[in-house]
Nanobody, 120 residues
Framework: QVQLVESGGGLVQTGGSLRLSCAASGSILGIRAMGWYRQAPGKQREWVAEVTSGGNTNYADSVKGRFTISRANAKNTVYLQMNSLKPEDTAVYYC??????????????WGRGTQVTVSS
């Protein structure tokens, strides 16, 4: 089994910053991509950012230039530095990881989410 645990959410004013962390643990042989998604009230979950095992990053247009994703491979941890936050960034943020659990099988895992609220 693999567990993903997010931390770092909270309440911040417009223009402020937060840093999210997500640590993966369990039966992990390796991790391919790690990423962040978010879901605002009444909306579908949307992709925010991802980082590959090689360190390549991709971002949704809505966060490009404000958010930075990074990972510490030795710690099986991914981070999301969020700057210049806007009220529309308010959502539950979920961590996602594509994990090798055997030599030939990788599976998607999700964390339970952490709330980010940006006040205007």
């Amino acid at each position: 089994q693999v567990q993903l645990v997010e931390s770092g959410g909270g309440l911040v004013q417009t223009g402020g910053s937060l840093r999210l962390s997500c640590a993966a643990s369990g039966s992990i042989l390796g991790i391919r991509a790690m990423g962040w998604y978010r879901q605002a009230p009444g909306k579908q979950r949307e992709w925010v950012a991802e980082v590959t095992s090689g360190g390549n990053t991709n971002y949704a247009d809505s966060v490009k230039g404000r958010f930075t994703i990074s990972r510490a491979n030795a710690k099986n941890t991914v981070y999301l530095q969020m700057n210049s936050l806007k009220p529309e960034d308010t959502a539950v943020y979920y961590c996602n990881a594509d994990v090798w659990t055997t030599a030939t099988i990788s599976s998607d895992y999700w964390g339970r989410g952490t709330q980010v609220t940006v006040s205007s």
